[in-house]
């Protein structure tokens, strides 16, 4: 059973940076896709960043640049460092897993993740 648990979030002021982490329990595949999405309210969700386990990342023009994806595999951890932060950047964040997206291309779209954590809140004011 994959149990993914977001840390982090918080308050900043426009211009400033947050990072936030993402647990993985229960998963025991080699192979996986992981990413982080969010939704304001009144959005639709939106992939932020993903990052496979070879290390291949992708991020929308919207973040690219300023938000950076990593992974620690001896903590199974993930993590979203996010610099120079606007309110349009205020939302839910959730990260979310899959054994498998067959194309890069997919690994922002929230249909291809079947497992999801309960999010956690960034305020950028």
């Known amino acids: 059973h994959v149990q993914l648990v977001e840390s982090g979030g918080g308050s900043v002021q426009a211009g400033g940076s947050l990072s936030v982490s993402c647990e993985a329990s229960?998963?025991?595949?080699?192979?996986?896709?992981m990413g982080w999405f969010r939704q304001a309210p009144g959005k639709e969700r939106e992939g932020v960043a993903s990052?496979?386990?070879?290390?291949?990342?992708t991020y929308p023009s919207s973040v690219k640049g300023r938000f950076t994806i990593s992974q620690d595999n001896a903590k199974n951890t993930m993590y979203l460092q996010m610099n120079s932060l606007q309110p349009e950047d205020t939302g839910m964040y959730y990260c979310a897993a899959d054994l498998y997206i067959p194309r890069f291309s997919d690994f922002l779209n929230d249909d291809k993740y079947h497992y999801w954590g309960q999010g956690t809140q960034v305020t950028v004011s």
């Open positions: 229960g998963y025991t595949h080699s192979s996986y896709c």
């Open positions: 990052i496979d386990n070879t290390g291949s990342t």
